[in-house]
């Protein structure tokens, strides 16, 4: 990796470590979510970085890919299991970092193990090291603690402008031999439940990403496209565009465009058993001899 590179990665990190660390005071009973995700990314594009991808904020078995709504009037109850999961670019090098924070006080051992977990993981990373064996690890910590790992969800790499690139790092083993390279970005993210251990698509989609362009015919979908143009293909949120575009008409405009193959729906993802979620995420560069994390 060239050292302009290097940099802008280090520099995506420092900063969404920064606002990951700053948005924990602001996770408390009577936070409305829409409040917390809008000053959350304001303090990304105020530090003079891009938003990498809509901040997710998940509440208990919701997983993740949840993004409020324009009008969301949801609060953060006093019992709740919250996530958040941020992502922050330079010139398109992204960082991508999550933390779990219970105000219940229920979820304690869940949350410590998770963090065992992400933590274990990332020792482990390395040249040469196979993902199954990363995967494995994460899942004998949570099953020895009696919880388990979201199975159907997992880690990825990370290039410019490409937020889920090449290799992916699994929570669970797994029956293929991928192997970690020097070079490569990572970004860790162990899911930890007392649910079933996998999740599913709900009906609901606030977030999208463009797959491919093609011309489109309705007008707002001209002012999508051209608004979205600087972020290529990282993912956006429904309501980044409720101010220009009259919500009705928004949702018309988003569902053709998804089935015209020119975007991707990202589907809100829950838990199947109904179990509580927690995420830990890091990301990380592997160096010649283990890694160095980026937003740590
Ligand atoms: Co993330």
Redesign the pocket.
Known sequence: MDKEDLESYLEAGRIGRDVREWSRSLIKPGSSLLELADRIESRIRDSGSGIAFPV?VCLNDITAHYAPKFNDDSVIQKDDVVTV???VHVDGFIS???YTVDLSGKYKELLKVNQEALGEAIELIAPGVSVSEIGATVQKIMTDAGFKPIENLTGHEIKQYSLHAGLSVPNIKVPYDWRIKEGMVL?V?PFATNGVGRVMESQHAEIYSILEEKPVRMREARILLKALSERRKLPFAKRWFAEKINPMRLELVLREMASAGVLKKHPTLRERGGGIVSQF?HTMIVTSDGCEVTTL
């Open positions: 997710n999961d941020l992502g991508d970092t999550a970004a993210e995420e």
